[in-house]
Each structure stands twice: as structure tokens, then as C-alpha cells.
């Protein structure tokens, strides 16, 4: 069974940074291309950024590009979404998401979400 | 970037009965559409991809159609599970990838 499990959410003041990690298991990890999908209390999701299953192409959001680094380590099975410059506005739970293939662009499995508030 | 517009924003549907969600993309996105199930507090969980394709274990009354711009996903027969917030999101021309805002699907 594939499973994704998300870290390193928290709360964090306006202008600070956090690392959030995505932990898979179950599957061939640098097959697939992985994403980063937040959704704000009470409101829709909203894509944030994705990797390649090598690693070597990466997108983002223009809400978070200059702020948020995507990467991964394959050796580990893992994906993370360093957040820099924090603002307010980035509190949301933060989903990793499986890609239906590699580089789709649509997601099948999901981590059940870490929360990041960002306030002073 | 593509905008994907869901309506109604609300659906109030008795047990037993059909429901007919609608997506619309403000350009062609061919049949690179996908629809996700949320219940609250829980993640999304994909239901069709390639606009009509049930993912894996997804239930025959789901279903989905359309392609270029407009867009339906179908639920026949609702059972109680399948009350919730559903979204479409396009994966057609990215970045970057864009969902709808969501219908919900409450009990009427």
C-alpha cells in the first residue's frame, strides 16, 4: 500500500522559515513526480509546487516562487518544501501528493497534511 | 492560467437520489481533467482522471464527461459517504495546476 506521511508543520512568526518533509512508502519513489498542495482554513486547494521523480525539474506557484524550495532525496523516499519569508497568508494545511504518473500533472495519493500557522 | 469555475457552489440532494456537478475551464484543457472527493477533515481522494477514467476502487456510481471546456461528474444514487466537497482541477497546460473551488454535496 502506498502511504505518504507529512512532517514539520508548526507554528512560525511572519518572516520565519520551516521545512516540511513527505515521507513515502510502497512505492518505486523516483518514478513519480511529487507535489505540494495547500489549502487555507476553510477554503479550496490550491497547488503549491512539484518535482520531478529525478529531481532535476521543479515548478511553483507564482505565490511562492523566491520563497519556497521544492527538493527530494530518492535514497530516502523523501520530499521536502523548505518555506522561507513566511507571511501570514501561507497558513494552510499542507498536502504531498502522489503523481498519477510521472510528470501528469493529477495526484492519487495524498499524506494526510501538516498544519503551518504563521502568526505572531 | 487556467481558471476552473465549479457550479452550483452547493448541492442539497436526498439520499438515494442523482447528482450532477459542473466544471467549466476558461480555456481547452482536452480530457486533462480530474475530480477529488474531500471530507472534512481528511484529504482529498482522486475519483476520475483523463475526464472520465474511475481511479482505482472508486465506485461504478461515480462518473465523469465532457471535454475542451465544460465538464460533468455524475454521482447516481448518493449513499451517506458520498456527502462532501468535490473538486475539479485541470492538468492540461501547467504550470500552473489549477483546481475549481469546490461543490459541495450536503444532505437535503
Known amino acids: 500500500e502506498v502511504q505518504l506521511l507529512e512532517s514539520g508543520g508548526g507554528l512560525v512568526q511572519p518572516g520565519g522559515s520551516l521545512r516540511l518533509s513527505c515521507a513515502a512508502s510502497?512505492?518505486?519513489?523516483?518514478?513519480?513526480?511529487m507535489s505540494w498542495v495547500r489549502q487555507a482554513p476553510g477554503k479550496g486547494l490550491e497547488w503549491v509546487s512539484i518535482i520531478s521523480g529525478s529531481g532535476a525539474s521543479t515548478y511553483y506557484a507564482d505565490f511562492v516562487k523566491g520563497r519556497f524550495t521544492i527538493s527530494r532525496d530518492n535514497s530516502k523516499n523523501t520530499m521536502y518544501l523548505q518555506m522561507n519569508s513566511l507571511r501570514a497568508e501561507d497558513t494552510a494545511v499542507y498536502y504531498c501528493a502522489k503523481d498519477l504518473r510521472n510528470w501528469a500533472g493529477a495526484f492519487d495519493i495524498w499524506g494526510q497534511g501538516t498544519m503551518v500557522t504563521v502568526s505572531s | 492560467e487556467i481558471v476552473m469555475t465549479q457550479s452550483p457552489a452547493t448541492l442539497s440532494v436526498s439520499p438515494g437520489e442523482g447528482a450532477t456537478l459542473s466544471c467549466r475551464a476558461s480555456q481547452s484543457v482536452s480530457s486533462n481533467l480530474a475530480w477529488y472527493q474531500q471530507k472534512p477533515g481528511q484529504a482529498p481522494r482522486l475519483l476520475i482522471y483523463?475526464?472520465?477514467t474511475r481511479a482505482t476502487g472508486i465506485p461504478a456510481r461515480f462518473s465523469g464527461s465532457g471535454s475542451g471546456t465544460e465538464f460533468t461528474l455524475t454521482i447516481n444514487s448518493l449513499q451517506s459517504e458520498d456527502f462532501a466537497v468535490y473538486y475539479c482541477q485541470q492538468y492540461n497546460n501547467w504550470p500552473p495546476l489549477t483546481f475549481g473551488g469546490g461543490t459541495k454535496v450536503e444532505i437535503k
Open positions: 483523463g475526464a472520465s
Open positions: 510502497g512505492l518505486t519513489f523516483a518514478s513519480y513526480a
